[in-house]
């Protein structure tokens, strides 16, 4: 059973309640002040946990990274015995991920760009009022010794209409599925996600062992991730990918008005009454309609329904879901056989939370393209992260797709998808070329997020390796 | 990498994994025949071929006294072990496909390499890993005719072009609206056939 | 033994390396993937019956730690693999010979015994004795000729540009036949080169 009043909270449960956010960007300019503000977090008991008594009126949460703990003082064994991958830092490991031209580090914004962050608190709130009391009484918390690099990264769930949504801002209803975690007790109340597990090679699905997502415990393969030294400060800690993705809105939406017309070529019996064409073939990209409703489930127009409790093994070709749909590629579920051996390893929670205003349809961008997604993802290793970005978003050879990549995610320049036909309603198969980047990377990096010990060791300078 | 075959376009989907175990002579013996009964039983191979990462792979046993001695001037080995040779390709770093190896094939795995000296099983994956690095040779060249290709864009090209071949013979004669139509039962039918590859730069 | 799957052979051979001539082969071998010199990856894009090769210099065993021993060689190897097109090894060494004569002669040239390659059956012999038997060959598309491999998949390649331009503008069904047909004729005289995909 993991404890949850050591791991740190929007990790194995989300803040599914918390719909405003604020990123504070930290630099450590002495080990001493990096030590002194952990210590009054951590005296204030500031920094929430997975489980709490009284729900709290806001949230804060604390990571760090290489140069961060480097910065700390800590010794070259401690540092030494952390993943190769969180050493180098994501803007090192740009080529990798696909971060290369319009995404690569030169044009990431600042102080992702020209800075390296060494703490990141992460500030969540129900109401923007709060939010901003908390920013500021967190500020007022900041020692000389811990500069706090401009600018900060504010955050919040879309108002759509008037109404706060759960969408991301090409608008597809985001946050529906994650991994279904075991000894985790369920999320509940009305709309929250359906979360779930691993394929159990009987057609159904399992849990997900906890060690996938926090350190400390066994994961897929009765193994434990490989865990940084001294134990304690390993224990129930996790690693953080934060990704700032800038999402070309008027791009995607420009591309699936080219595009419509050839696309209703294919469908000899034209679309069903109330779908709109470009919605289709959006939801042909994405493997959801905007409003999350599953094409394997719903394959002619949405159905209002986030059921997450379905498979692949009923569309082996894809006519109703692409077989390089993004969500086929992020979680391939039972479509890559062996009962799911073979993708089981490779899980992510995500906790993304959108920036920036929703831009009508049809309206001036006044914001100059600058809004998209704060994407955060857990794993207790980066070569999960790694693997589902390079083997699946920016390929697709496990998807029978060759090198085709993620047509909504992926890294391309003149991308291409294939859209199977449906013989069961007579559509012809269609690829869509020269897709371009709809998702550019702004900035980002790899994180370690210690459990509440975790944090009371870094505060007490008193790490050793011995 | 000198184990990654490639090309003027870039780095191709060939990463050659050699990787060498000593065994003794009862372990070798014992080894021969299994290599010998994978050969003719071909269960394993079939759930191999169905991961889909193998072009070609070469078990070698290779005995003690059996290293090549060309010349009296060339000293004889002496050595107190067999080696096992394991040369095969990936279309990627050797990381995930081990993995998937573990996962899916630990019983042949842990059948073969348990007369390795120091193999420390199949799972949990991280020894095995390591046991890996320990034994590992890398190769100073490596070429794959068609480097921009995984095993299933080969396999893909092949299937799509005796489709086109076929189609191409029984529809030639056909009117060009009956043609259409079975074009568009063509492209249905190797649909999932046509994505990109090449070498990545 | 199973030097042979379907219509592919399985090449595995020690080569002696000549004593003290290791560092400068490593060199070599290091370099012959320079592009420049070699546009589609390697002096073996000359060899067309050629699927897979590799060089490997062997110059030490692994050490598995007490209370194993450990085994130290009195010679350093070259370990070469190949899987081509044939039924027997005279089938490659008649194709590098006549391909590749130079690499050949700068690769095997730091090897013991290496007999030049201008008699044929001498190299054949030399070959022979170098060879290892594979005790399992494991080949995913056994009756597949490089030939084959690389037809197919420019096949691919043409096929979907083909699907692009229809995509693009409706044609009328003769003019799709036409053009079809036009790209099969055409594709059939196309010969993609080893290393090029």
Redesign the interface.
């Known amino acids: 059973m993991p404890d949850l009043s050591n791991i740190q909270g929007n990790t194995l449960r989300g803040y599914a309640s918390y719909t405003e956010a604020h990123f504070l960007l930290l630099a450590i300019r002495s080990a001493d002040a990096g030590r002194a503000l952990i210590q009054s977090l951590v005296e204030a008991e500031a920094v929430t946990p997975a489980q709490w008594c009284k729900r709290p009126v806001t949230t804060l949460n604390f990571a760090i990274s290489f140069e961060g703990l480097r910065a700390l003082g800590l010794s070259g064994e401690c540092l030494g015995s952390f993943p190769a991958e969180f050493q180098e830092g994501m803007k090192h490991r740009a080529r990798e991920l696909g971060d290369v031209a319009g995404s690569c580090p030169d044009r990431w914004d600042e102080p992702w760009r020209t800075q390296r962050v060494h703490i990141l608190l992460m500030i969540y709130a129900s109401t923007r009022p709060e939010l901003d009391q908390q920013c500021r009484r967190i500020r007022d918390l900041l020692p000389a010794g811990v500069e706090e690099l401009q600018p900060s990264q504010p955050a919040g769930r879309l108002h759509i209409d008037g109404a706060v949504t759960r969408r991301e801002h090409f608008g597809f209803l985001d946050g529906i599925s994650n991994p279904d975690i075991e000894g985790v007790p369920a999320d509940e109340g009305p709309g929250r996600a359906q979360d779930i597990g691993n394929p159990d090679g009987k057609g159904r699905f399992r849990k997900i062992p906890v060690g996938e997502f926090i350190l400390g415990y066994p994961g ?5 991730a ?1 865990m940084p030294l001294p134990h304690l400060l390993a224990q129930d800690g996790s690693y953080l990918v934060f990704r700032k993705l800038q999402q070309d809105v008027i791009g995607f939406r420009r591309y699936l008005q080219n595009q419509a017309h ?1 696309f209703a ?1 294919t469908l000899r019996n034209g679309m069903p009454y109330g779908v709109k064409v470009e919605d289709f073939l959006a939801a042909k990209m994405m493997g959801r309609w905007q409003d999350g409703s599953p094409l394997t489930q719903y394959p002619h127009s949405q159905g209002g329904s986030t059921d997450n409790n379905f498979a692949y093994a009923g569309d082996p ?2 006519a109703r879901c692409p ?2 749909a993004h969500i086929r590629r992020a979680n391939p579920r039972d479509a890559l ?2 009962g799911g ?2 993708m ?2 490779h899980r992510l929670i995500r906790r993304g939370i959108a920036y920036g205003n929703y831009l009508p349809p049809d309206r001036p961008d006044e914001e100059d393209g600058k809004r998209g997604i704060i994407f955060i993802a857990f794993n207790s290793g980066f ?1 999960q992260f790694e ?1 589902v970005q390079r ?1 699946w978003i920016n390929l ?2 496990d998807f ?5 990549t993620d047509s909504i995610a992926g890294s391309h320049d003149g991308g ?1 998808m ?1 859209i ?2 449906d ?1 069961a309603t007579g559509r ?4 869509c ?1 020269d897709i371009p980047r709809f998702v550019d990377t702004r900035g980002g990096d790899y994180f370690f997020v210690p459990s509440l010990a975790g944090l009371r060791l870094l505060a007490s300078n008193r790490i050793e390796v011995t | 990498m000198a184990d990654r075959a490639r090309n003027q376009h870039g780095s191709g989907k060939a990463v050659t994994f050699n990787v060498l175990t000593p065994m003794t002579r009862f372990g070798a013996f014992v080894v021969g025949l299994l290599l010998l009964f994978l050969d003719r039983v071909k269960r394993t191979q079939t759930t191999a071929k169905q991961l889909a990462f193998l072009p070609f792979v070469h078990w070698v046993i290779v005995k003690r006294d059996k290293f090549p001695r060309l010349d009296d001037s060339q000293p004889a080995e002496q050595l107190n072990y067999d080696y096992l040779f394991f040369l095969s390709t990936f279309n990627g770093p050797w990381g995930p496909y081990i993995e998937a190896f573990a996962d899916v094939l630990y019983l042949p795995l842990d059948s073969v390499w348990f007369w390795s000296i120091g193999y420390p099983f199949a799972r949990p994956v991280g020894p095995l890993k390591d046991y890996i690095h320990r034994n590992q040779v890398e190769s100073d060249h490596s070429y794959s005719a068609y480097p921009g290709a995984s095993v299933r864009d080969a396999r893909a090209g092949i299937e799509l072009r005796n489709a086109v071949q076929s189609f191409v013979k029984n529809a030639s004669a056909l009117s060009p609206d009956r043609f259409a139509l079975e074009f568009d039962r063509l492209f249905m039918s190797v649909q999932n056939k046509v994505g990109t590859f090449g070498p990545t730069t | 033994m199973a030097n042979q799957n379907g219509a592919n052979y399985g090449f595995t051979g020690l080569f002696p390396i000549a004593r003290g001539q290791s560092i400068e082969l490593r060199a070599l071998l290091r370099s012959l993937d320079d592009t420049k010199a070699f546009p589609r990856g390697s002096p073996f894009s000359h060899v067309p019956i050629i699927h897979m090769a590799r060089l490997v210099i062997i110059d030490c065993l692994p050490y598995q730690g007490t209370p194993a021993k450990l085994d130290t060689l009195r010679s350093d190897y070259l370990l070469f693999t190949c899987d081509f097109d044939g039924s027997s090894v005279d089938a490659v060494i008649n194709a590098m010979a006549a391909n590749i004569p130079g690499p050949m002669m700068a690769i095997w040239g730091n090897c013991i015994g290496f007999p030049g390659i201008k008699k044929h059956d001498r190299l054949s012999e030399y070959f022979e004795r170098c060879q290892l038997d594979n005790n399992l060959f494991l080949v995913d598309q056994p009756k597949a000729s490089v030939d084959e491999i690389l037809r197919g998949l420019l096949c691919r390649r043409r096929f979907g540009e083909f699907v692009e331009l229809m995509q693009r503008k409706p044609r009328k069904p003769a003019v799709l036949k036409r053009g079809f047909m036009r790209m099969w004729r055409r594709l059939e005289t196309e010969r993609p080169l080893p290393g090029d995909l």
Do not use: C, V
């Open positions: 897929e393969g009765g193994e434990l490989p050839a070529r070709a894809g077989l390089g056989g062996f051996r073979t089981s390893r070569d693997f083997n697709g050879d029978e797709q060759g090198n085709d291409r294939t199977p036909g013989e012809r198969p269609f690829i070329f």
